[in-house]
């Protein structure tokens, strides 16, 4: 098959709305049952006996330890402002309180207040292989890309368009403004880089995004054009970015994910 003929059946059109279904196919974990996950993860990585070294021997070594590190504090942040809520800094959390009948309340109190739970951990919490596998990667293309945050905020909100995944176009309307993209632009994002305004690179990022995800490939043209600001990780992390945000996408829209309460309301109050 010629690669005209290829693309002509592999090219889908831009999508104009979003998919929604009813109600999720796979309900995300009740509030307990999440802060219970969040208690036995981290139990877990507190067990694991690999130290913090500041001289290691190569770059590998480098690159292990700091992911371990980063994983011994993904829930951190979550414990310590429950612990600090519920008064127990100094005896701390435990499993037996969470099961706790009386905490429910308490804890409920405090997923309200600090919008702490997203749908996406939540869901993927039933399922502890996928999650950690995920989380392996997410800490690499949501953490630790080498592109520049507004850049990869144009990649993300772009594709999230095109796969008509709410969800992750709601999350990622508050992060790119937060790293510094406007509402003029992100509405400018839903037309691509026919819209007025872009500079020639963001409309380079945008054509990068339609060509991977009616293609699933990028034209030579674009590859070098890439180049001439990108260097090879670069090229490499744009790649991943996109093809990650659109499978988390398929997720996100077959699974049935609603944006939470707290997200729609800090879109309100943009």
């Not at 290829?6 to 999508?15: F, G, V």
């Not at 969040?38 to 694991?48: G, P």
């Not at 804890?107 to 995920?134: C, D, H, P, Q």
């Amino acid at each position: 098959m010629s690669r005209k003929n290829r693309e002509k059946i592999t090219k889908r059109a831009i999508k104009t709305d979003f998919h929604q279904l009813d109600k999720p196919r796979i309900p995300p974990l009740d509030e307990i049952e999440f802060i219970k996950e969040v208690f036995l993860f981290q139990s877990a990585m507190d067990k694991l006996e690999y130290p913090n070294r500041e001289i290691v021997e190569s770059e590998w070594e480098r690159e292990m330890n700091s992911l371990v590190q980063w994983l011994k504090g993904y829930n951190e942040n979550i414990l310590d402002d429950l612990s600090s809520f519920l008064k127990l800094e100094e005896k701390g959390l435990s499993l037996n309180l969470i099961n706790s009948g009386a905490s429910k309340d308490p804890i409920n109190s405090f997923i309200r207040e600090k919008g702490s739970i997203f749908n996406v951990m939540a869901t993927m919490g039933r399922y502890r292989k996928l999650r950690l596998k995920w989380i392996l990667m997410a800490s690499h293309v949501t953490y630790n890309t080498s592109l520049p945050p507004k850049d990869k905020e144009i990649l993300i909100l772009r594709i999230a368009w095109l796969c008509g995944s709410e969800y992750e176009w709601d999350h990622h309307v508050i992060v790119g403004m937060r790293v510094g993209l406007s509402i003029e632009e992100i509405n400018k994002i839903k037309i691509g880089s026919k819209a007025q305004g872009w500079n020639d690179f963001d409309k380079l990022l945008l054509s990068s995004v339609d060509e991977l995800y009616a293609n699933t490939i990028l034209s030579d043209t674009t590859w070098n054009a890439l180049s001439e600001r990108y260097e090879e990780k670069q090229r490499m992390d744009l790649i991943f970015v996109v093809g990650a945000y659109n499978m988390l996408a398929m997720f996100m829209n077959s699974i049935g994910f609603k944006t939470e309460g707290c997200v729609k309301k800090s879109l309100k109050e943009s």
